[in-house]
Structure formats: structure tokens, C-alpha cells
Nanobody, 116 residues
């Protein structure tokens, strides 16, 4: 089992920045890939950014050039630096991991609201 707790969400003005954090605990040695997803009101959950076991990253087109994903070396934490935020980035952001045992775990989410 892996437990994930997100933090860092909040209200920010357009053009502003936020840094999301996700603390992982439990059997973190089983973690393979880690990622951030988001779900906006009335929309499906979508991948924002992910980092593979070997450190390779991938981003949704909407995140490229504005967001940066990073993690602790021991996979005990995951971060998402978000810059140049727009109202379209308003969503609940979820941290998720998958394990070598092919399980996946999700956090409870942290809300990001971009509004003036």
C-alpha cells in the first residue's frame, strides 16, 4: 500500500504560480511511475505530467512550457511547479503512482482555482 497526500493548492490570480506537493508513504519502494492528474468541473480526469521510474518525464500539451514535474530521489515526494496559470487550469489536482505490482494509488486531491 502507498498513501499519498497532496498539498499546495489554493486560489491564485491568472499569470500566477503554485507549487503542488505530494507526500508518499507506506511501501514507497514499490513505486514505479508517479504523476499528476487533474479534473475540472464537468470534465474527465486527465494526465498533466508524469515521471517514469528512469526519470523521463512527459507532459500534456497544455502543461508544456509552463509546468515542471519533479520528485524526490527516493520517491517519497512528488512536486508540480505551475507557472503562468490561466483559468483553464482550475481543477482538482491528484497525485497518483503505479507500482511494480501493477497497482495504482491516488491521493485525495488538492483544489486549484485560478481567478481574478
Amino acid at each position: 500500500q502507498v498513501q499519498l497526500v497532496e498539498s499546495g493548492g489554493g486560489l491564485v490570480q491568472p499569470g500566477g504560480s503554485l507549487r503542488l506537493s505530494c507526500a508518499a508513504s507506506g511501501n514507497i519502494f514499490s513505486i514505479n511511475a508517479m504523476g499528476w492528474y487533474r479534473q475540472a468541473p464537468g470534465k474527465k480526469r486527465e494526465l498533466v505530467a508524469a515521471v517514469a521510474d528512469d526519470g523521463r518525464t512527459n507532459y500534456a500539451d497544455s502543461a508544456k512550457g509552463r509546468f515542471t514535474i519533479s520528485r524526490a530521489n527516493d520517491k517519497s515526494a512528488l512536486y508540480l511547479q505551475m507557472n503562468s496559470l490561466t483559468p483553464e487550469d482550475t481543477a482538482v489536482y491528484f497525485c497518483a503512482v503505479d507500482t511494480y505490482g501493477l497497482d495504482d494509488f491516488w491521493g485525495q486531491g488538492t483544489r486549484v482555482t485560478v481567478s481574478s
